[in-house]
């Protein structure tokens, strides 16, 4: 039997929770079609997060995709269809990637990291168009791109590290008119491998200790700067994320297993901390920053 899991109108990171909340309770080994034919928005966040959804899968996923023209093709330009053919039994109409235009606010078409030489690529392919709309569109610092690179860097790093298993970085720009109203450049990269717990479990010598579980492993990792790496400088990747977003009034935001943990600035109004979220493998992370607004 197939179980249909429903894709809500529009997808993002809160919205994506309804997702996992049906996916969760479907085993792993039996069929789900994931029915996004009414969805007519996503956010580089929902997009790879449903390509982590095959990826958490050990029986492979059905996939209907939007019936909204505009919406399938956009979600072509922006390269999704290229990696769920990969991993999803397509159903329906499948839409002819085509070149994106000189206009389109996809920065970085979802690309696939699983090796460190997957992350040097996707920072060479940002660079350039990154100045262009650090700089000149969102109104920010030009010494901003080169941290802006430093922060995709790592944020991609963490796949090769900790996950175990490939992963999804796509990066775009639009109007966050609902928070913001403003416009934004957002970074999502998410997995379905070992996730924050897991990975620092298997540092050498550790113990467990009375409070330990997914939010205490997010608390370490971004709070206290712990890695499972016993390198000097090891482990400052994120406190680096966390300095570059402060710095740009940006939000950051980490889901791994049953917490998301989250650096929210004064225009938003998230949880910091959520726990007892539907248990969900890996670790899903969006970095929001937002247009700098000049006075006069």
């Given at each position: 039997m197939t179980t249909v899991i429903t894709v809500p109108p529009s997808l993002d990171d809160e919205t994506f929770e309804q997702v996992l909340e049906q996916v969760v309770a479907v085993s792993p080994d039996q069929k789900i079609l994931v029915d996004a034919r009414h969805t007519r928005w996503a956010s580089p966040y929902g997009l790879t997060g449903l390509l982590t959804v095959a990826q958490s899968r050990a029986e492979r996923a059905a996939f209907a995709g939007p019936e909204e023209e505009n919406t399938a093709s956009y979600w072509a330009r922006a390269g999704f269809y290229r990696h769920a053919a990969e991993l999803?039994?397509?159903?329906?109409?499948?839409p002819r990637a085509r070149e994106a235009?000189?206009?389109?606010?996809v920065l970085l078409e979802i690309t696939e990291v699983s090796r460190s030489d997957d992350v040097h690529t996707v920072v060479e392919r940002i660079q350039s168009r990154a100045q262009a709309i650090l700089v000149h569109e969102l109104n920010l610092d030009p010494q901003a791109t080169m941290r802006f690179a430093m922060t995709l860097s790592?944020?991609?790093?963490?796949?090769?590290?900790?996950?175990?298993?490939g992963g999804w970085v796509a990066v775009q720009t639009y109007n966050y008119r609902q928070?913001?109203?403003?416009?934004?450049?957002?970074?999502?990269v998410c997995d379905a491998g070992l996730g924050f717990r897991r990975s620092l479990e298997s540092t050498p010598g550790w113990k467990p200790r009375d409070r330990w579980d997914d939010a205490a492993a997010l608390e370490d990792a971004l709070v206290r700067g712990v890695s499972r790496y016993r390198d000097p400088g090891r482990g400052q990747g994120l406190a680096g994320v966390r300095r570059f977003v402060g710095k740009w009034d940006g939000k950051l935001s980490i889901r791994s297993g049953t917490a998301r943990i989250a650096i929210?600035?004064?225009?938003?109004?998230a949880v910091p901390l959520l726990e007892g979220l539907p248990h969900f493998p890996g670790a899903q992370v969006q970095i929001t920053i937002p247009e700098r607004v000049t006075s006069g």
């Open positions: 999803y039994e397509l159903h329906g109409r499948v235009q000189a206009e389109s606010n790592e944020v991609c790093q963490n796949i090769v590290e900790h996950a175990g298993q928070r913001l109203g403003r416009r934004a450049v957002v970074i999502a929210v600035p004064a225009w938003d109004d």
